[in-house]
């Protein structure tokens, strides 16, 4: 049976490609043009060392001076050893155009149809010609119709000819004007994809998701695939926006409590109206530290610069180094 591969490398490029049943992972690699530095080929040299981030694997040989007992229990490989026994995405710590790797790749669509969901967000429906490959919760590089300019937003779901994307919109916006004025299905939009090294691991904690605005697009698309795939541990997806008027996919949101088992919904408003009377203020206030200190979780953070940085200095700040911390920053346009 053949199994689907991702390298994912650290300029934030990712590559997929097919590998054969016992084929080796290097081997693969080279046959479909991707040329890893290697040397030694037996599992002795280290050269070829990457991480595997989700997916079975195996390895036949590894010197105990290629990979210590620390690295193999942290699921580092060496390509020119490893066999993969599950469709598997794997990160290596160097450029993308060490490997001779092809370059950006521009992918036509057609606008389906675009959704106001909440007073500040729409989601725009996109049609492939064929299905596109992409880690959940890595981002695409879109072209604006009618203009020079290209807008960056995340998966809103899984991979497929059929793509969604959360598109906040601004007073007076490229992007945003595109969408209220002279979006219609049947247009047609560029995109490069796919791009980024936020994305889900393998999954061997708890996770706790954490979304402000329409970083929720990205932690959308992991929990599809959570739902779709299945998911052994317990899920707590934190969700900060302004106001209950900014609030999107309510429903959406509602659903994975019956996909997944465990899943758990917090909402925070940071500037809510006077009769609100749920959770209000930051994010960090309303954190599960006891949670967060018992299982060691893993925490997948999408939103604003500020947001990030102030959950990372909470982390800190509690003494959370046990918490796996991934996360993306968005740099909101205001144009």
């Not at 390298?7 to 290097?26: N, Q, R, V, W, Y």
């Not at 509602?254 to 909402?267: D, L, M, V």
């Amino acid at each position: 049976m053949n199994h689907k591969v991702a390298f994912s490398f650290a300029d934030g490029k990712t590559l997929f490609f097919p590998i054969g049943a016992h084929e080796l992972l290097l081997d693969a690699a080279l046959r479909n043009g991707i040329k890893i530095p290697l040397d030694c080929r037996e599992g002795v040299c280290g050269t070829c060392q990457g991480r595997c981030e989700s997916g079975d694997y195996s390895q036949d040989y590894v010197d105990e001076e290629a990979l210590s007992s620390l690295d193999l229990q942290q699921r580092k490989m060496l390509s020119c050893q490893t066999r993969v026994t599950s469709d598997a995405a794997f990160y290596f710590n160097f450029d993308s155009s060490l490997c001779n790797a092809p370059g950006p790749v521009q992918i036509r669509s057609t606008v389906n149809q675009v959704q106001q969901v909440s007073s500040s967000t729409a989601i725009l429906y996109l049609q492939l010609d064929q299905s596109l490959d992409f880690l959940p919760g890595q981002y695409a590089r879109l072209s604006i119709p009618g203009t020079d300019s290209q807008r960056s937003y995340s998966f809103a779901n899984r991979p497929g000819n059929q793509l969604q994307f959360l598109i906040r919109l601004l007073p007076d916006g490229v992007m945003s004007n595109y969408i209220r004025e002279r979006c219609q299905g049947g247009d047609e939009l560029w995109l490069e994809a796919p791009l980024g090294a936020f994305y889900l691991r393998h999954v061997t904690k708890p996770l706790v998701l954490v979304a402000g605005g329409t970083g929720l697009s990205a932690l959308l698309g992991m929990l599809d695939e959570l739902a779709e795939r299945g998911c052994a541990q317990p899920v707590h997806l934190y969700y900060g926006v302004r106001g209950a008027a900014d609030l999107c996919e309510a429903a959406r949101i509602g659903a994975y409590a019956e996909k997944i088992p465990g899943f758990r919904y917090t909402e925070v408003f940071s500037d809510p109206t006077p009769d609100w009377s749920g959770k209000r203020g930051y994010l960090t206030e309303h954190f599960d530290v006891a949670e967060l200190r018992d299982s060691s979780a893993d925490m997948y953070v999408c939103g604003p610069p500020p947001m990030v940085e102030s959950i990372k200095n909470w982390l800190l700040d509690q003494g959370l180094d046990g918490v796996s911390l991934y996360y993306e920053k968005f740099t909101e346009s205001n144009i």
